[in-house]
């Protein structure tokens, strides 16, 4: 049973050791392995595709404030040619909005002229006004300063009091010339600013109908973008001012993008070598070295919560006939090598506070040690310090044996 279990073992935690590691004997109580001094390349490998590393982007113009909903696309990695439409919008609401903005602007000109119009009348009737009692204080003025002989007392008095009456309607009428001056004028600014409104409205309705179709600036083949997200933009997707469509990627400027499982992205640094092996051609492995590492690991898809680590790496040499946008690959980057050096699968590691041990297995009886690691990978480790060649080492952690300093 013991030899069955570590066979299994072997076949898939430990299987690059089996030339150096070996199970313990039928006698011992403890699955373990044996350590030997080993060379050893780690390597991650993972999928991933070609992508422009220079490229013209196509984008919705600027200036433009409002979502644009793509109605058709030509196909991706289509061979377009300058001046061909590779893009068109759905402009159903935009000429509705347009519309709109067209009956908007007829309605507040309207209401500017029928504004105008009724001030005038006011200001007309309100001068009328002003111009009787500038009469009438005329006549009252003169009628005041006739002979006492020829008027009684009381007709005298009546006739100030009637010119007082008049001084004071002359001056209602001069203040309500001035505030209807002012009530109009602010009336007058703000029909005017929402006309304005309007107007900037319709004329971004009619400078986006301009542009839903959007023409290739030159030959190339067609990449579609992809949304913050990750997502490729297709047929639906709502994009905005200054955001791109597309690329025509140059010809011969590519790299490989490659989607590393967060799990298994483990020592991966810019610098290392990586060998691509593209679908089109599986012969070829093409040499390349890690530009970039992503900081975080991100779905490649909305509705996948599997998180990758996107790593660039730039090819040593193009070949541009093979090697086109959107090539599916695989990939092999090498995350480190050894010399000379000791290796145990991940699970006969095991951590007290972050402190790395063994269990050391002699026969039946099994102790802890504490350890000193090296590079890591998602299944061996490297231990530096802590073992010598020959020892055995468990598997699992073995009941009843404590940890080191307990």
């Known amino acids: 049973m013991t030899r069955l279990w570590c066979r299994d073992l072997l076949a898939t935690v430990a299987l690059p050791l089996l030339a150096t590691v070996a199970c313990s004997d039928a006698t011992s109580l403890h699955p373990s392995v044996s350590v030997e001094?080993?060379?050893?390349?780690?390597?991650v490998d993972a999928r991933g595709e070609l992508v422009p590393s220079e490229a013209i982007t196509i984008r919705v113009p600027d200036g433009l404030r409002m979502g644009f909903a793509i109605a058709w696309m030509v196909p991706e990695y289509s061979e377009v040619a300058q001046g061909q439409v590779i893009v068109r919008f759905d402009d159903s609401e935009i000429l509705v909005q347009r519309d709109s903005s067209a009956v908007e602007v007829a309605h507040r000109s309207l209401q500017l002229g029928v504004h105008t119009q009724d001030s005038a009348v006011a200001r007309a009737?309100?001068?009328h006004e002003a111009e009787r009692v500038e009469g009438e204080q005329h006549i009252a003025r003169t009628f005041t300063?006739?002979?006492p002989r020829l008027f009684s007392r009381n007709e005298i008095l009546d006739a100030v009091g009637d010119l007082?009456?008049?001084?004071?309607?002359?001056?209602?009428?001069?203040?309500?010339?001035?505030?209807?001056?002012?009530r109009t004028e602010a009336e007058l600014?703000?029909?005017?600013?929402f006309r304005d409104a309007s107007r900037t409205q319709l004329e971004q309705r009619e400078s986006a109908l301009a542009v839903m179709a959007l023409a290739s600036p030159a030959d190339g083949t067609f990449v579609y973008a992809r949304t913050p997200w990750g997502e490729k933009l297709t047929e639906g997707h709502h994009v905005f001012a200054g955001r791109a469509v597309g690329?025509?990627?140059v010809r011969g400027k590519v790299k490989a993008r490659i989607y590393v499982p967060e799990v298994d992205a483990i020592g991966i640094e810019p610098g290392q070598e990586v060998t691509l092996r593209l679908d089109s051609d599986v012969s070829v492995m093409v040499p390349a070295r890690v530009s970039s590492v992503s900081t975080v690991a991100t779905p490649r898809a909305s509705d996948n919560p599997q998180k990758y680590f996107v790593v660039e790496a730039e090819p040593e040499a193009v070949d541009a006939e093979l090697m086109r946008v959107g090539s599916s690959l695989d990939a092999t980057i090498v995350t480190g090598a050894i010399d000379d050096g000791f290796l145990v699968p991940q699970q006969a590691v095991f951590y007290d506070e972050d402190k790395p041990f063994v269990y050391v297995v002699r026969g039946n009886h099994a102790s802890a040690r504490r350890v000193r690691l090296g590079h890591l990978s998602p299944t061996l480790v490297e231990v530096v310090d802590g073992l010598q060649a020959g020892e055995r080492v468990s598997v699992v952690a073995p009941d009843g044996v404590r940890a080191p300093g307990e």
Do not use: C, K, S
Not at 37 to 43: G, L, M, Y
């Open 37 to 43: 001094a080993r060379d050893h390349r780690f390597t």
């Open 125 to 127: 009737l309100i001068d």
């Open 247 to 249: 690329l025509l990627p």
């Open 189 to 193: 600014d703000r029909l005017v600013a």
């Open 145 to 147: 300063e006739v002979d």
């Open 164 to 182: 007082q009456l008049l001084t004071i309607q002359d001056e209602y009428y001069a203040w309500r010339a001035e505030t209807h001056n002012q």
